[in-house]
């Protein structure tokens, strides 16, 4: 008994929830319990003695289990205790922040395109990448015999030696003039339009890629000049490239444009560098043909326009000095997320 009385103290003074657990697997084991053995000694003693015995054993049964109840509730009160005081928890420091996607550099240019030429009053138009023969060369002015129709350089859906009339023979677009041929032929003047998207060209290496993106620009009006065409060029590149580049227009000729220029721009990326052999061409331009206003059903006596056609990974691969213009398209996120 002196035996089950000593538990008492041992559980009050018990210093964790484990050594409680130990204690009372000590009183009660089903096996080797101090209780358990001392309710099976009670067999070999004579009745009178067995009733007192047993009483006093369950007595102490009910002191050891409020003991073990009233220890694991002060041990668990003062784990909290402890908790609240040492690990502080300051609800007003700043998270730190969480990691956030943005657009990826070519439609975030595309974007700031359309915002700087919808101030001029431009609006956005887009048209279909596969195209008929017909949109993407022949209203554009562009003879049969033309190079850029010849299947090295463009991606043929239809079999070009079959004969089919222009709108039923399709390419993958080589240009977004397309676009000029779409808006100019379903909308009357005077309008002015800015056309993004992506064209194909059969072209791979560290500044081709066969697919890429341009954007073409449209306004016809009654007297719109070779002036405003360079007006609304340069005050535009100077938004989107920046305000100190220098640009140069040189004659060019496409098809679809009389006369026709090409644009330049100098880049200055290191001032030590030579100017030399340092334009860079961004794209063509022009007054529109009067073959292809007549063709989308506009007279060239009353209306005239300019058209310009311009690459979007080239500016950009100059600005942010990008070697190679594939890693545009790799989706590799170490290259991505430097910009
Ligand atoms: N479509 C021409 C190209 O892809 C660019 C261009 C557009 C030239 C409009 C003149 C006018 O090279």
């Not at 041992?10 to 101090?34: N, Y």
């Not at 054993?57 to 041990?75: G, H, I, P, W």
């Not at 609006?123 to 195209?131: F, I, N, R, S, T």
């Not at 009654?222 to 535009?236: E, M, P, Q, Y």
Request: proline share 6%.
């Amino acid at each position: 008994m002196s035996d089950l009385a000593s538990y008492e103290a041992k559980i009050q003074s018990a210093a964790s929830a484990a050594d409680l657990d130990a204690l009372e697997l000590e009183i009660f084991s089903r096996k080797h319990g101090a209780l358990t053995l001392a309710m099976k000694d009670l067999t070999a003693l004579p009745p009178a003695e067995k009733v007192k015995k047993g009483q006093e054993l369950n007595r102490s049964k009910q002191t050891l289990t409020d003991a073990l109840a009233t220890r694991r509730n002060e041990l668990s009160q003062k784990s909290l205790g402890a908790l609240s005081s040492e690990d502080k928890l300051d609800v007003t420091l700043e998270l730190p922040p969480k990691p956030r996607g943005h657009l990826h550099l070519i439609p975030e240019f595309i974007r700031q395109v359309e915002e700087v030429f919808g101030r001029m009053g431009f609006e956005v138009a887009e048209g279909p990448e596969l195209e008929s023969e017909k949109y993407n060369f022949n209203d554009l002015n562009i003879p049969d015999t033309h190079p850029a129709r010849d299947s090295q350089d463009t991606f043929w859906i239809s079999d070009i030696k079959e004969k089919l009339p222009p709108d039923k023979k399709f390419v993958m677009r080589t240009h977004t003039s397309n676009m000029q041929i779409r808006f100019a032929s379903t909308h009357k003047p005077p309008f002015r339009i800015i056309c993004p998207g992506r064209v194909y060209r059969k072209d791979s290496d560290a500044t081709h890629s066969p697919m890429f993106h341009q954007f073409e620009g449209m306004m016809v009006g009654k007297d719109v000049s070779l002036a405003n065409l360079k007006g609304v060029l340069v005050t535009a590149m100077r938004e989107l490239i920046g305000r100190d580049v220098e640009f140069r227009f040189r004659t060019g000729f496409f098809p679809f444009v009389e006369p026709g220029l090409e644009m330049d721009m100098m880049w200055q990326g290191d001032e030590s560098e030579s100017r030399e052999g340092k334009w860079l061409e961004m794209g063509g331009c022009g007054m529109v043909h009067p073959n292809v206003l007549k063709n989308c059903g506009i007279d060239p006596d009353e209306w005239q326009g300019f058209a310009f056609g311009f690459g979007v990974e080239r500016p950009l691969m100059i600005k942010h000095q990008i070697p190679d213009l594939r890693s545009f398209y790799h989706g590799d996120l170490r290259f991505l997320r430097q910009f």
